[in-house]
């Protein structure tokens, strides 16, 4: 049940860290896509933070340490916000 559970979140990681770099990179695209007005600060602020969502879920299938990755996905997270 743990690899069903660890290919889940894998996949989930991958397809949300993936949307969030879409919102983050381009978000007129983005926001022309799911159908949402085209506020480009904040459809950046969605992708940083769904970037940092995925990376975290990524990082969970490889990292024992709880804590580390909390703090690893919500470095993540903040620094695209930052960036962004």
């Not at 940092?52 to 993540?76: C, E, F, H, Q, R």
Request: glycine content about 10%; hydrophobic content about 60%; cysteine-free.
């Amino acid at each position: 049940m743990r690899h069903v559970v660890r290919a889940i979140s894998a996949l989930l990681g991958l397809i949300t860290a993936v949307l969030g770099a879409w919102a983050l990179v381009s978000p007129q695209s983005f926001s022309e896509f799911v159908n949402f007005p085209p506020h480009r600060h904040f459809v950046h602020d969605v992708g940083a933070f769904q970037f940092g969502i995925g990376v975290t879920l990524l990082l969970a299938t490889i990292w024992a340490d709880v804590l580390m990755v909390a703090v690893a996905g919500y470095a993540v997270g903040g620094i695209a916000h930052t960036v962004s």
